[in-house]
């Protein structure tokens, strides 16, 4: 609460003749509805007991009706508890519209990219977690005033197109691509690497050599191999398309690392004449990282000229750089990669670049095992698709809403509300358990928990008039705590875009879920009496759109039923 701060920062500029910004925090109830400790601050410089000041601070303070009571705890704590109709009225006074948005990030440029899943392999759940929380940093760039660019960063280059067409050659047919389309291209996938490795403990390497010549054939432009890739990709794309409307994620753009990779070899040469890149013997290209702490240098380009990864993403950061001048660069991408973007970025200093680049990594999902072990999410063909993964989530949804008369529609809000919020359940980082019981839990840390309690807001507000009676002489004390939380709400998405962390507007919309069953539990609201009706819809008016923009940051819709 700005109004309250600003109230003590005047206090302490009169009392003590010094200018101090003011930290509020929310202590437990039992201690008061906001507390400082800015008397313990301010011992050192005012060579002051703690207490003392806080005495001070707290006597002016009461002079001011606003509060209910001002207590000093321990060192010199100061609790503050406010009348419930002043939260109110300040909760009036600062809503709108977008209620819980700022300009934070106002006149920067930032590019997301996310889920970006490779071409050679059906979706699976190894992008879930990119998408999700990619999807809701967007969204929270969004909130906080920045301009927001998105790219998926396709995985369409490199070994795996070889491994395509030579496994497709070998394993499989028309007959079979005809039939699974994208399914077999990964089933061939999968079973060619295989083979490739089998080859290799062998000693010999026929299938690798022959992945090489496609990928070379690919490189010159040879015109069956870039019939192949074409139709391998369309195939893929349109999977990958699928999948992503089913998450509902989009992107603006779809720059994958085949748009990148010539562009890469001429950056490479450019670094080699300007002495950032050095070549081995052998011919390969590196970019030595020594002075920013690595010691082990980044490999530009193989040693018979081909592109890597980091050639591909060279030109990304240097073609990003020209088009859009971003401020900042988000990369949502496994925690598997790590050392390869802090050697990335160090690269990208090297060449003087000095957007700030963030990669934006997560903890693996886990599952429970039958005897009750976690393990990293895995199926008996070594992935688990995201194709089915949803499909199990709408079956398991409509298990929920067992036999009642709730839309297609609906059904997929709730599977894809318990998925995604499962998502955010810890901060990113952590391994996330994913469990089927509790990502649908009715009464737990879940996407429907919320949802419902949305819905139930909805119906309420659906079935009573917001009746326009003077309520002004409303005391709202009954509302108190969930008023409390209201007015936290623009700080927790301040601090969610801040840190890059959804995770703490799920919790949060978790706690406003919890605080409203209270409040239903002890407060009528259909049958009370007309002021108590008038004030306590309105109240859960600002519930609802706070349900409605917190959820939507997460990229989890309210079904209309449940
Ligand atoms: N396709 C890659 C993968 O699935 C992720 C791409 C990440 N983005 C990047 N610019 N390298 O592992």
Same mark, same amino acid.
């Not at 977690?129 to 396709?154: C, S, Y």
């Given at each position: 609460?700005?109004?309250?701060?600003?109230?003590?920062?005047?206090?302490?500029?009169?009392?003590? &003749?010094?200018?101090?910004?003011?930290?509020?925090?929310?202590?437990?109830?039992?201690?008061?509805?906001?507390?400082?400790?800015?008397?313990?601050?301010?011992?050192?410089?005012?060579?002051?007991?703690?207490?003392?000041?806080?005495?001070?601070?707290?006597?002016?303070?009461? !002079?001011?009706?606003?509060?209910?009571?001002?207590?000093?705890?321990?060192?010199?704590?100061?609790?503050?508890?406010?009348?419930?109709?002043?939260?109110?009225?300040?909760?009036?006074?600062?809503?709108?519209?977008?209620? &819980?948005?700022?300009?934070?990030?106002?006149? /920067?440029?930032?590019?997301?990219?996310?889920?970006?899943?490779?071409?050679?392999?059906?979706?699976?759940?190894?992008?879930?977690?990119?998408?999700?929380?990619?999807?809701?940093?967007?969204?929270?760039? @969004?909130?906080?005033?920045?301009?927001?660019?998105?790219?998926? $960063?396709?995985?369409?280059?490199?070994?795996?197109? &070889?491994?395509?067409?030579?496994?497709?050659?070998?394993?499989?047919?028309?007959?079979?691509?005809? /039939?699974?389309?994208?399914?077999?291209? &990964?089933?061939?996938?999968?079973?060619?690497?295989?083979?490739?490795?089998?080859?290799?403990?062998?000693?010999?390497?026929?299938?690798?050599?022959?992945?090489?010549?496609?990928?070379?054939?690919?490189?010159?432009?040879?015109?069956?191999?870039?019939?192949?890739?074409?139709?391998?990709?369309?195939?893929?794309?349109?999977?990958?398309?699928?999948?992503?409307?089913?998450? $509902?994620?989009?992107?603006?753009?779809?720059?994958?690392?085949?748009?990148?990779?010539?562009?890469?070899?001429?950056?490479?040469?450019?670094?080699?004449?300007?002495?950032?890149?050095?070549?081995?013997?052998?011919?390969?290209?590196?970019?030595?990282?020594?002075?920013?702490?690595?010691?082990?240098?980044?490999?530009?380009? /193989?040693?018979?000229?081909?592109?890597?990864?980091?050639?591909?993403?060279?030109?990304?950061?240097?073609?990003?750089?020209?088009?859009?001048?971003?401020?900042?660069?988000?990369?949502?991408?496994?925690?598997?990669?790590?050392?390869?973007?802090?050697?990335?970025?160090?690269?990208?200093?090297?060449?003087?670049?000095?957007?700030?680049?963030?990669?934006?990594?997560?903890?693996?999902?886990?599952?429970?095992?039958?005897?009750?072990?976690?393990?990293?999410?895995?199926?008996?063909?070594?992935?688990?698709?995201? @194709?089915?993964?949803?499909?199990?989530?709408? +079956?398991?949804?409509?298990?929920?809403?067992?036999?009642?008369?709730?839309?297609?529609?609906?059904?997929?809000?709730?599977?894809?509300?318990?998925?995604?919020?499962?998502?955010?359940?810890?901060?990113?980082?952590?391994?996330?358990?994913?469990?089927?019981?509790?990502?649908?839990?009715?009464?737990?840390?879940?996407?429907?928990?919320?949802?419902?309690?949305?819905?139930?807001?909805?119906?309420?507000?659906?079935?009573? @008039?917001?009746?326009?009676?003077?309520?002004?002489?409303?005391?709202? !004390?009954?509302?108190?705590?969930?008023?409390?939380?209201?007015?936290?709400?623009?700080?927790?998405?301040?601090?969610?875009?801040?840190?890059?962390?959804?995770?703490?507007? +799920?919790?949060?919309?978790?706690?406003?879920?919890?605080?409203?069953?209270?409040?239903?539990?002890?407060?009528?609201?259909?049958?009370?009496?007309?002021?108590? /009706?008038?004030?306590?819809?309105?109240?859960?008016?600002?519930?609802?759109?706070?349900?409605?923009?917190?959820?939507?940051?997460?990229?989890?819709?309210?079904?209309?039923?449940?």
């Amino acid at each position: 609460m700005d109004t309250i701060s600003q109230l003590i920062r005047t206090v302490l500029a009169d009392q003590f &003749g010094l200018d101090q910004s003011v930290e509020l925090s929310r202590p437990d109830s039992q201690f008061g509805d906001y507390s400082t400790n800015v008397a313990l601050q301010l011992a050192k410089p005012l060579q002051k007991n703690p207490r003392e000041i806080a005495e001070v601070v707290a006597s002016k303070l009461r !002079e001011n009706p606003i509060f209910s009571a001002i207590t000093i705890a321990g060192p010199g704590f100061i609790n503050l508890r406010l009348h419930a109709a002043y939260i109110a009225d300040e909760l009036n006074h600062a809503w709108s519209q977008t209620y &819980g948005e700022n300009t934070d990030g106002a006149g /920067k440029t930032v590019i997301v990219e996310y889920p970006s899943p490779n071409m050679a392999k059906p979706y699976s759940v190894g992008h879930l977690r990119p998408g999700n929380q990619g999807w809701a940093v967007k969204r929270l760039m @969004e909130a906080t005033g920045w301009h927001v660019i998105t790219d998926n $960063h396709l995985g369409d280059y490199g070994a795996p197109f &070889g491994i395509w067409v030579v496994g497709f050659l070998e394993f499989s047919s028309e007959a079979a691509l005809e /039939k699974d389309g994208v399914y077999e291209l &990964g089933r061939v996938y999968i079973q060619t690497k295989k083979a490739l490795k089998e080859e290799k403990e062998r000693g010999e390497s026929v299938l690798a050599d022959e992945v090489q010549a496609w990928l070379l054939k690919l490189e010159q432009g040879d015109h069956q191999a870039k019939a192949y890739s074409e139709r391998f990709n369309a195939l893929s794309l349109a999977h990958i398309h699928a999948v992503m409307a089913r998450l $509902h994620i989009s992107t603006d753009y779809e720059l994958g690392e085949a748009f990148f990779a010539p562009r890469g070899k001429a950056a490479v040469q450019t670094l080699l004449t300007s002495g950032i890149a050095t070549q081995n013997a052998d011919g390969s290209i590196i970019v030595p990282l020594d002075e920013y702490g690595f010691d082990v240098p980044l490999l530009v380009q /193989k040693s018979n000229g081909a592109a890597l990864y980091a050639t591909t993403d060279l030109a990304t950061i240097l073609y990003r750089e020209e088009t859009w001048h971003p401020d900042r660069v988000i990369y949502a991408v496994g925690s598997e990669q790590q050392f390869y973007f802090s050697q990335l970025f160090a690269m990208a200093k090297k060449l003087g670049i000095q957007t700030e680049l963030y990669h934006l990594w997560f903890g693996f999902i886990d599952q429970l095992n039958e005897d009750g072990t976690r393990e990293k999410m895995s199926s008996r063909r070594g992935v688990v698709l995201m @194709e089915e993964l949803l499909d199990q989530a709408d +079956a398991k949804a409509r298990e929920i809403v067992g036999g009642r008369d709730i839309s297609d529609d609906d059904i997929k809000k709730v599977a894809l509300g318990a998925i995604k919020f499962s998502d955010f359940a810890a901060d990113r980082r952590t391994n996330i358990l994913f469990d089927w019981n509790s990502i649908f839990a009715l009464t737990g840390f879940s996407g429907p928990y919320i949802q419902y309690a949305a819905v139930r807001v909805n119906k309420i507000l659906h079935d009573n @008039e917001v009746a326009q009676t003077d309520i002004s002489a409303y005391a709202y !004390e009954t509302e108190k705590s969930l008023l409390l939380k209201l007015t936290d709400y623009p700080d927790v998405v301040r601090l969610a875009a801040r840190e890059l962390e959804p995770h703490k507007v +799920a919790t949060y919309l978790y706690e406003l879920a919890r605080e409203l069953n209270r409040y239903y539990e002890t407060t009528r609201v259909s049958d009370a009496e007309p002021i108590e /009706k008038a004030a306590r819809l309105q109240v859960l008016e600002k519930v609802r759109h706070i349900f409605g923009h917190g959820l939507s940051l997460l990229g989890i819709e309210i079904p209309s039923q449940m």
